[in-house]
């Protein structure tokens, strides 16, 4: 197994895990309640993963562009497409995680509405994280490094 | 004044700043998850609208930066509009929760759209 190809399936669990991080903080915030401090690393454990699940695949993309792209387009224009849309989507959760995160830690007590913002921040970003991941195993599933 | 209320007064005076700078703050960072992916959907579809696609296949190699630059330029662009807002937001404290509820109103209608428009230009 490459290196590349170690880095791709380690970016597809951290986003797996990111996807399923980003529906808890959504959760717990949704009725507006203060955080305790376990549910406060909660929050920021998902926003962070979703962070890494980003520049993790950040950190291959130039070796897609080099190895993978021209094949992939190749094989199917489908599925070059679906990986386009994907790294769109890819910047809107990540940018989406990091204002909710930002949003939830720092909201005063009495702030119910700014924590159930947070919470709709983090329910859309998980969704859209699930988009990207089905998306990026389907790419997989037609060419990967 | 007892000793007690005097103390909870000077809690509320110290702590009302405090709130409304951190409200500020955190609707500012909700702005910000707004404003990074909308600017980064408006680069993105005026490159679409300046040079229509070519035939991917027929392309033999292209930058791999210009994704980061636009990503860069979105989240600066983000940054500034969050910035902008949360001066807004601290000369009006008072309406904080209002203006939270349309935050939220504008990050569920704007968000599915987003995703709509990476979905039918690629």
Redesign the interface.
């Known amino acids: 197994m490459s290196l590349a190809r170690l880095l791709e399936s380690l970016h597809g669990a951290i986003g797996v895990l990111a996807t399923a991080a980003l529906v808890h903080p959504a959760l717990l915030l949704r009725r507006g309640k203060p955080l305790t401090p376990r549910s406060r690393w909660a929050v920021a454990l998902a926003g962070l993963l979703a962070a890494l699940a980003w520049s993790a695949g950040a950190f291959i993309y130039g070796d897609y562009r080099r190895l993978v792209k021209r094949t992939l387009f190749q094989k199917s224009v489908g599925a070059g497409l679906a990986f386009e849309t994907k790294e769109h989507v890819a910047v809107t959760v990540a940018c989406l995680a990091i204002g909710a995160l930002v949003a939830a830690l720092v909201a005063p007590r009495e702030s119910r509405e700014l924590r159930r913002a947070a919470a709709l921040s983090f329910g859309l970003a998980a969704g859209l994280s699930g988009l990207v991941v089905g998306l990026g195993w389907y790419v997989t599933a037609v060419h990967g490094f | 004044m007892t000793a007690e209320t005097r103390e909870n007064s000077e809690t509320m005076t110290n702590s009302e700043p405090r709130?409304a700078r951190?409200?500020a703050?955190?609707?500012a960072?909700?702005?910000?998850?707004?404003a990074?992916?909308a600017t980064?959907?408006a680069e993105?579809l005026y490159e679409y609208l300046r040079e229509p696609m070519t035939?991917?296949?027929l392309?033999?190699?292209?930058l791999?930066t210009v994704?980061?630059w636009r990503?860069g330029v979105?989240?600066w662009c983000?940054l500034m509009v969050a910035a902008i807002a949360y001066a807004h937001f601290r000369r009006a404290p008072e309406r904080?929760?209002?203006r939270?509820?349309r935050?939220?109103l504008a990050?569920?209608i704007v968000?599915?759209l987003?995703?709509l428009a990476?979905?039918v230009f690629?």
Do not use: N
């Open positions: 709130d951190a409200s703050v955190a609707a960072a909700l702005v910000f998850g707004l990074a992916p980064y959907t993105r035939s991917p296949v392309i033999l190699r292209t791999h994704y980061f990503a979105a989240v983000g904080g929760e209002a939270a509820r935050l939220a990050t569920g968000v599915p987003l995703a990476a979905w690629p």
